[in-house]
């Protein structure tokens, strides 16, 4: 999708810190990071937010759900960590492309800000 950022590091057009690649997902480290380890996991396909998430996507969701742990632990994460869905205005979501963000390699505090 055209002026899309996420699109854009999805193409590497624009250039991002990519941690894991594969033909439905891409994972980088995020610019702004917020604990040690934050990294961000991205679909390819242009899904505005998780509103936006329909049964089609089922597939690509669990891939993502279940590829997760995976890239936590390659980035040495052992004691716990944190995912966060960003949605829409409330939940200041400020990049409108579908994004998990993972937090790991600190004490998380709840409730969130
Ligand atoms: P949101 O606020 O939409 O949930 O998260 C967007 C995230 O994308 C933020 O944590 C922000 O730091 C990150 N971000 C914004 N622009 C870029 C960029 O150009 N490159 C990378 N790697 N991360 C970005
Ligand atoms: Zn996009």
Same mark, same amino acid.
């Given at each position: ?45 242009? =899904? ?9 996507? #089922?597939? +690509?969701?669990? @891939? *993502?759900?279940? &590829? ?16 966060? =869905? ?9 990049? #409108?492309? +579908?994004?998990? @963000? *993972?937090?790991? &390699? ?8």
């Amino acid at each position: 999708m055209a002026d899309c950022l996420f699109c854009s590091i999805v193409d590497h057009e624009i250039p991002s810190d990519v941690i894991y690649e594969d033909d439905m997902i891409i994972a980088f480290n995020d610019i702004a990071p917020q604990a040690p380890v934050h990294f961000l996991v991205v679909p390819k396909k242009h =899904i505005a937010s998780l509103d936006e998430a329909t049964e089609e996507d #089922k597939e +690509l969701i669990s @891939h *993502i759900m279940l &590829k997760i742990p995976e890239l936590v632990k390659e980035q040495g994460v052992e004691n716990g960590y944190r995912v966060v =869905i960003n949605t829409g205005e409330d939940g200041d979501q400020t990049v #409108k492309h +579908l994004h998990f @963000h *993972i937090l790991g &390699k600190r004490k998380m505090t709840w409730p969130p800000g």
